[in-house]
């Protein structure tokens, strides 16, 4: 067990089911605990951030370790690790999202998957590291990726 | 604060030093705690995964919320949220890396930058919603950018 602090929390309007919507317009804020805000400085050179989060509705629930992606009987069961469910051991989240302004202590972003009020522990940059060409995924979510609507 | 289980390590004869040279060629191990084996069906059909984890020698020492980065007097000062640094409130890395066998709990990769015995928090697919196109990153990210070797 790692101890890890909270050191802001996600604001939004969005719900559970504008989340399962597609996520690409959501528009949140991210309130950044106000000791942490020299943390922030340069952030704005970057276009986009990676958000690691708590989704602290599912902590205390039993996990699963095999799930149907999305809930969807049409799709086979898998390991949640080969998912970004949030049926896992430790209900972390990683999205990446485009970073629209910072203003002090809080940051305007589209894309974020996050319920009000979730516990952010990390904020780090998505830099051309992070950018992988030719990547190789599942037949499953080949299925996903081109029924997509956002 | 959140707790979060360890759900394996990291196992590497890389050092600190290799490490700073370069990660691309470096090839770890990651074992997963058997109890959670079952969460790993089907991540062999990703080429990267990421892989969250605690850095564990920065644990309990004093965070630095401005840095320069990689300790380079020619870079500028920025906040630790505008940097990979390991120097953060929660000393969580976040690394995307080419996934090369899956033997049981035991995952072979390459590309990891983490030290022997690191506590893996997460594993997570690397999949199209993460390769984002025609980002911006900022100047002093563009000059290490360009000066890489690896």
Redesign the interface.
Known sequence: ???????GRVRTQASEEDIKRGRSSIVSKIV?DRR?V??????D????I?V?Y?MHRR?GRRAE??VRPRGRADL?????????SPS???P?A?T?VELLKIDGNVLKVRGLDALDMS?V???????????????????W?ERI?AERRD
Chains 1, 2 share one sequence.
Do not use: C
């Not at 020299?38 to 952030?43: E, H, I, K, N, S």
């Open positions: 067990m790692v101890a890890v602090k909270t050191i950044i942490y020299d943390g922030l400085r340069g952030l050179g970057y276009s986009h990676y690691i708590w902590a370790l095999l086979p069961e898998v390991g949640v690790f080969a998912t970004r896992r051991p430790n972390i990683l990446v516990p522990l990390d904020i780090k940059p998505y830099d051309y590291y992070d950018v992988i060409q030719g990547i190789r995924v599942p037949g979510f990726w």
